[in-house]
């Protein structure tokens, strides 16, 4: 389950950071992500070459029906893309692997350099525009664009890393 979490995080970390939803940080839009492929793990019936494009579009259409209040509640997750009259429920296995790897993210940011950590929170925590971060920061837009795509991909690898021990 973890190898196939660690294919998707670039995605639930992108489409985690596109959404601002009442109630919900960051946090809680990437552990959504991670419970998103862990039920279309669970559901899916047809052949692998499927699989990736199948749990692409279940992630994406839970974070817009999470977005459209779809879910009633934080832990469910429409069955949309999915077969009729077919109920997943969530095990305690299923929250424990979703909150360990937000927790590794968390450690992975601490291990970003203080300017990287700023711009990674500023930006994707705190919803300001990357124009908004050049300013307060006296570095141009580029600046801070590129010092955005090193620290996500430094967290990228970090946490491939710690998938791969």
């Known amino acids: 389950m973890e ?11 992108k489409e985690s950071s596109r959404y601002i939803i009442k109630c919900y940080d960051y946090e809680d839009l990437v552990q959504h992500g991670y419970l998103s492929v ?24 839970n974070y817009k029906a999470l977005l459209k209040k779809e879910i009633k509640h934080h832990r469910e997750i429409p069955d949309e893309f999915m077969q009729i009259n077919k109920e997943y429920e969530f095990t305690i296995e299923d929250e424990i692997l979703a909150f360990e790897r937000t927790k590794e993210l968390y450690e992975a940011m ?12 500023s930006f994707y925590i705190d ?8 300013v307060t920061s006296d570095k141009t837009y580029n600046n801070v ?3 955005k795509d090193r620290a996500v991909r430094k967290l ?8 791969n021990r």
């Open 3 to 13: 190898e196939i979490i660690k294919n998707f995080i670039p995605l639930i970390l």
């Open 156 to 163: 990228h690898n970090m946490l491939c890393e710690h998938i």
């Open 110 to 121: 601490d291990k970003l350099a203080e300017e990287e950590k700023r711009v990674i929170s």
């Open 38 to 61: 862990i039920k279309a793990v669970k559901m899916f019936k047809g052949e692998d070459k499927f699989f990736t494009p199948y749990c692409i579009r279940a992630i994406q259409l």
């Open 127 to 134: 919803k300001i525009s990357l124009s908004e971060i050049a």
């Open 145 to 147: 664009r590129y010092l």
